[in-house]
């Protein structure tokens, strides 16, 4: 695919965020991707053949997005401290978000498709979450960053416990005070001190 191909799948994948952020996935339609694009329908169909295929390549992006937050991070050769800090203020801003929110996609999605247990985007991408997860707080853990017996349980129980956030957030309400509590709750657990 040239530059100009890549440029244009990703303004289609923008605008369809959008879109999906603000009808759910269930709503949404080709045309509606069309109009929120103003491009032709034979444009559109070039780079995605269904709302499925597309609304799977926003879903990968996000996910991209939050594991780049990471590597910029790690990149910038913080602590595992100081990235585990990245990484919690970034799901933060993710449960609070009231705009430009997908969650509620992300589950119309599964409930409508119902994926099998090996073919769950959903599930695929938390478990890279999990996996990235884990590396960093046995990182912190090696470095004496942070104390931790199990790794992979605490790394779950993360990425469980911010999932949970996200669908608070959108269902009965989630202050950014309660999201500060759990955080502070995550970091005792990992031995990290909040200042």
């Known amino acids: 695919m040239g530059d100009k191909s890549v440029q244009k799948k990703k303004y289609i994948m923008e605008k369809a965020r959008n879109v999906f952020c603000r009808n759910g996935y269930r709503a949404v339609t080709m045309k509606d991707i069309?109009?929120?694009?103003?491009?032709?329908?034979?444009g559109l169909y070039l780079y995605f053949s269904n709302t499925k295929e597309l609304f799977e390549a926003v879903l990968a992006e996000e996910y991209?997005?939050?594991?780049?937050?990471?590597e910029k991070a790690r990149a910038a050769h913080a602590t595992p401290?100081?990235?585990?800090?990245?990484y919690l203020d970034e799901q933060k801003k993710r449960i609070l978000r009231k705009k430009d929110n997908i969650t509620a996609a992300i589950y119309e999605?599964?409930?409508?498709?119902?994926?099998?247990?090996?073919?769950n985007p959903v599930k695929k991408l938390f478990q890279e979450n999990v996996t990235a997860l884990e590396k960093l707080i046995a990182d912190g853990v090696e470095q004496e960053w942070m104390v931790c017996e199990d790794a992979a349980e605490a790394a779950r129980n993360i990425a469980y416990t911010m999932e949970g956030l996200k669908i608070s957030a959108?269902?009965?309400?989630?202050t950014a005070e309660a999201v500060d509590r759990e955080i502070e709750y995550i970091m005792g657990t990992l031995g990290m001190v909040v200042k």
Do not use: H, W
């Open 64 to 70: 991209a997005g939050e594991e780049a937050v990471l």
């Open 81 to 86: 401290g100081e990235v585990m800090l990245v």
């Open 109 to 119: 999605y599964l409930f409508e498709n119902k994926p099998a247990k090996n073919d």
């Open 170 to 174: 959108q269902t009965i309400g989630v």
């Open 34 to 42: 069309v109009e929120a694009c103003d491009i032709s329908r034979g």
